[in-house]
């Protein structure tokens, strides 16, 4: 059974900080993995997917990093902003298939201060 | 940018009452979903709907749950009688061909309906 673990659960950094939030995952035999933002009582925004055949995909600022050897992706933000503080989740699908659920991570709470 | 459209954004309702909850995908997507979070957890599947039936549903997705996609827009979550564990954010997603294999697209997630029950 898939399992997703985003560790911390959250995060507070001074404004400017560049940043990494990880998210490990147990199934290595995916296809791809989603970075979705969730601002407080709102929807799920994705920001990126990244396929199992690319090593990295980037938006902007954002640039996410994808290693099924080891289980594991990273969401790298440069020179944050307080506009960024949301919770960021990960999500891989469950198994291979293409109405495959996808299995969440519970988030990393972000906090850019001033 | 096509959106995700759920009605209502917060419904209030009293133990054993009948919820219906609304979507409207993107016009040109073909797979439709139903998560849910209860506050302060993850983000949970209930079911998914290819082709006018049911493709998968989750141990929560019990026979209180059902879902429909009465014409060629809407896609609906009704719940017969509510619980009050059912109190949670309730997000229908959309995509055009699926998640679970090489070269899927992304899933696109509407903002929520938020349903307590009292």
């Known amino acids: 059974k898939q399992e997703v673990t985003q560790i911390p659960a959250a995060l507070s950094v001074p404004e400017g900080e560049n940043l990494v939030l990880n998210c490990s995952f147990t199934?290595?035999?995916?296809?791809?993995l989603q970075w979705f933002r969730q601002d407080p009582g709102k929807g799920l925004t994705s920001l990126l997917l990244?396929?199992?055949?690319?090593r990295e995909q980037t938006s902007g600022r954002l640039n996410a990093s994808l290693d099924k050897s080891s289980g594991r992706s990273t969401l790298y933000i440069a020179a944050s902003q307080p506009g960024d503080s949301a919770t960021y989740l990960c999500?891989?699908?469950?198994?291979?298939?293409?109405?495959?659920?996808?299995?969440f991570g519970k988030g990393i709470t972000l906090s850019v201060r001033p | 940018e096509p959106e995700v459209t759920q009605t209502p954004s917060h419904q209030v309702t009293q133990m054993g009452q009948e919820v219906i909850l609304r979507c409207v995908p993107i016009?040109?997507?073909?797979?439709f979903y139903w998560y849910r979070q209860i506050l302060g957890q993850k983000v949970e599947f209930l079911v998914s709907?290819?082709?006018?039936?049911?493709?998968?549903k989750s141990e929560i997705f019990d026979d209180q749950f059902s879902v429909e996609r009465p014409d060629g827009s809407n896609f609906t979550l009704k719940i017969r009688s509510t619980k009050l564990e059912d109190s949670a954010m309730y997000f229908c997603?959309?995509?055009?061909?699926?998640?679970?294999?090489?070269?899927?697209?992304?899933?696109?997630f509407g903002a929520g309906s938020r349903l307590t029950v009292l």
């Open positions: 997603a959309s995509s055009v061909a699926g998640t679970g294999f090489s070269g899927a697209n992304v899933l696109t």
């Open positions: 199934d290595s035999a995916i296809y791809n």
């Open positions: 990244i396929q199992s055949s690319q």
């Open positions: 999500a891989v699908p469950a198994y291979t298939g293409a109405n495959s659920k996808l299995t």
């Open positions: 016009s040109n997507h073909l797979y």
């Open positions: 709907f290819y082709n006018n039936e049911i493709s998968e």
